[in-house]
């Protein structure tokens, strides 16, 4: 756990969240800024900075928090309508939350292209 990471206090339980699914490995919360009606993040509780940072022995996990996204497109109702998962890294992309999380947007029409 990184003291100076916002993710990591709110999974920690000691900065608030809109919490939506956790397991053993990731925790799902609403984002505090939605760009979309639906907007979870979805965020492993291991501190990885950035996807830079991943490593091999970590796939499994990286893998889950694809899964876990899935279930919860579903369970919002939004599974076949459709969603879009965002991962930022790195200043370009206006990664701010040096702990890597995915995006689920969704309930509404998504603009394309993006970048
Ligand atoms: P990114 O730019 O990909 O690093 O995304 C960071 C996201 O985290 C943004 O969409 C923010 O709105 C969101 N965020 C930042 N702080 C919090 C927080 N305390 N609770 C929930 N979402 C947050
Ligand atoms: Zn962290």
Redesign the pocket.
Known sequence: MDQNC?FCR?IAGQ?P?EMVYEDDQVVA?????P?APIHV?IVPRDHIPSINHITSDQEALIGHLFTTAKQLADSNGIAKSGYRLIM?SGPDA????FHI?L?LLGGGQMRFPMG
């Open positions: 916002v709110i900065s969240s919360f609403l984002d505090l800024n760009a993040l930022n206006l990664q701010t939350v999380h995006h």
